[in-house]
C-alpha cells in the first residue's frame, strides 16, 4: 500500500488508475481504525478495483471544547491495518495540506444540518461538508462510502454531493457492532470498565424505542419518554433521543406511513455516544 501526503501526489497516483478505467472507492476516516472502518473498506472492495482511505483528523469539525487534542492518533498502526486489508492507497495530509494560510471556505447543508447532533455541536456539520467536499474533489471517486452509525453525516454528504453536482455515488454502510450491540467508534477507548459494562444499555434502548414503533407507529412520545427515563436511570446524560423520518430527517408524530430512524446522542461520563435503528412499519414491508 502506497501512502501519499499531498493533494498533488494523490491526483498523480489516481490519475493512472483512471486512465487505465479501474472504478475507485473513497473511505474517509480520521483514523483511530476499527472493524466499522473495515467494512466500509471492505464494501469498497467488492464494487471498485481500487479503494483509497483518507486519514485525516479534521480540526474544523471539533469545537473548541471537544477532544480534537486527545483525538486517538496512531499513524502507524493503523497504515499496518490499512496495508493487511488491501486497500491501494492512504493519503495522510497534514493539516496545512487541507487548510493552507487563508482557507476561508465553508461547505454548509442547510435544514440537514441543524437538528439533532448538529443542535448541540455547533459548526460541526460545516467542518465535515467542507472537508468531505474536498477530499471527494481531490480523489473524484467513482463511489464514497459512510457508515449509517453517523446517520446525519451520511444524509449530509448525500445531500451536498447531489447540491454540488459532484459525480460520485454516496454508499451507506450498515452499523457493525461489538457482541453486546455496542456501535463500534473511536471514542469507545474513552470508556472506563465500568461505563462499558453500562454501554449497551444505550443500544438496548433505541432497539427496543424502534421495535415497539414498529408494531404501535403512534406511540412516538411515549416511547421518547420512556426511552430517555431508561437511559438517564442507566447513568446516561442524555443529549437528544427523537425520531425522524429516514430520508430528510424531519420530525415526526408518528413512525406509520414511512420509513423513519431513532436517533440519540449521550453522554457516559465524558464518552459522548451515538447511535441510531430503523423503524420500518409493518404496511410496508
Ligand atoms: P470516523 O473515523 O469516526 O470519522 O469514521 C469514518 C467513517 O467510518 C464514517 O463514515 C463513519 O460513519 C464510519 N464508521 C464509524 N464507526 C462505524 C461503525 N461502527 N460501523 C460502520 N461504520 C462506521
Redesign the pocket.
Known sequence: MRVVRTIADLRDRLAGWRRSGERLGLV???G?LHA??M??VEAGRSDCARVVVTIFVNPTQFAPNEDLGSYPRRESAHLDMLGSTGVDLAFVPATAEMYPPQFSTLVRVGGLSEGLCGAHRLGHFDGVATVVSKLLIQALPDIAY??E??YQ?LLIVRRLARDLDLPVQIKG?P??REPDGL????RNAYLSSAERRIAPQFVRVLRSVAETLEREPAAVAREIEWGRRELTRAGFDVEYLEVRDAVDLAPVGAAGSRPCRVLAAAYLGRTRLIDNFPIMPASLT
Not at 183 to 186: F, G
Open positions: 474517509p476516516t480520521m483511530a466499522g472502518h467494512a466500509l459512510f457508515g452509525k453517523d453525516q454502510v452499523t457493525v456501535a463500534l467508534s473511536s
